[in-house]
């Protein structure tokens, strides 16, 4: 099979190199003249531009987006449209919002696969979790690619209809940061407990057929073997967030309860703010009605 791939970067890069190693042949572009250099190297033939890169692949294209999600994709679909018909496929890989997937298959000449991509940079050995939306045909189409960028033929699967994958996705997202706000609140605990506790040593033995091993828990064994058990001077901040906040309106609309991740997402969002000024506020309050002492900055 041949494959385009469009969008060079961490994730892009696996994609090129799996598909390259399973025997394909892989057509790649990407804004970055060094990112397409790369993925040369590791086999992928180079393309100029977008359209170079459809004029390369000939007839029933079949294409990966690997771009950062929203304009991006939106730009790269605008500049294939003139070189698409209905037997083509497109896959967008990346953390699509799933309502503007459902709006992009529409507008699609192409069959238009939504698909969540899971597992990180790791996956470059291990392979992908991918959770696709979108036509039975296509994604029949695809599974060559996908048993070549997956895990194997259980590291993915059809959810569903168009929107579906990211959806799917984007509800993983959301356990991913509980399971995180979990696991930080556990260590967080022994950190400023009762006993002097070496935390790599607690992870890895958790890890060892512990109920809630895993490979977060994994995660939190690395971080502490290379940071030290007090995380030496990682800050107090956690970036990203939206689609955790994606998570939280969907559950919002849908009226289910989530309170664990709607909590981890506040808690991202409470650690870019230096002093909270609810926090400032309660201190202060804690005097209004109790005359406890105010807290005050350090000068
Ligand atoms: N990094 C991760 O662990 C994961 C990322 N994702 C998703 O995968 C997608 C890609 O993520 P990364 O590879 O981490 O991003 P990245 O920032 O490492 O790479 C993005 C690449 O896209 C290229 N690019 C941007 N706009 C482009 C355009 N219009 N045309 C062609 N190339 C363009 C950039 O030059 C860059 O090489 C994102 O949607 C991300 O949310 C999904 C799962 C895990
Ligand atoms: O999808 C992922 C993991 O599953 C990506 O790492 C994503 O970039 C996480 O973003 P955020 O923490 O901002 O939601």
């Not at 304009?71 to 605008?78: H, I, K, W």
């Not at 698909?115 to 060559?144: I, K, N, R």
């Not at 990211?166 to 997202?173: A, D, L």
Request: proline residues 3%.
């Amino acid at each position: 099979m041949q494959l385009g791939v469009i969008g060079l970067g961490r994730m892009g890069q696996i994609v090129v190199t799996r598909v390259v190693e399973a025997g394909h042949e892989v057509v790649a572009f990407d804004l970055s003249a060094e990112a397409v250099a790369t993925a040369a190297d590791a086999g992928a033939t180079p393309a100029e531009s977008v359209a170079d890169l459809a004029d390369r692949l000939g007839d029933d294209k079949r294409i990966w987006l690997m771009v950062p999600a929203g304009e991006a994709v939106d730009a790269t679909l605008e500049e294939l449209a003139p070189h698409l018909d209905s037997d083509d496929v497109v896959v967008d890989g990346g953390n699509s919002h799933f309502e503007k997937s459902v709006r992009r298959a529409e507008e699609t000449t192409a069959a238009y696969l939504d698909c969540g991509t899971s597992g990180g940079p790791a996956g470059a050995e291990l392979g992908f979790s991918l959770m696709v939306g979108g036509p039975q045909w296509a994604y029949d189409e695809m599974t060559p690619v996908f048993d070549a960028v997956a895990t194997g033929p259980d590291g993915h699967d059809r959810m569903g209809p168009a929107g579906s994958g990211h959806y799917v996705k984007m509800v993983h997202n959301g356990v991913e940061y509980a399971l995180m706000q979990a696991y930080g609140e556990g260590f967080e605990l022994l950190a400023n407990g009762r006993y002097d506790l070496d935390l790599e040593s607690v992870a890895k033995t958790w890890n060892n057929g512990a109920v809630i091993r895993s490979w977060l828990l994994e995660l939190c064994e690395e971080a502490f073997r290379e940071e030290g058990s007090d995380l030496g001077d990682v800050a107090d901040h956690v970036s990203g967030g939206s689609t955790g906040t994606w998570t939280v309106q969907e559950a919002l609309r849908q009226e289910v309860p989530v309170p664990l991740i709607y909590q981890a997402l506040a808690e991202r969002f409470g650690s870019r703010d230096e002093a909270r000024f609810s926090r400032r506020l309660a201190n202060r309050l804690r005097y209004g009605f109790g005359r406890h002492e105010v807290v005050r900055e350090e000068e």
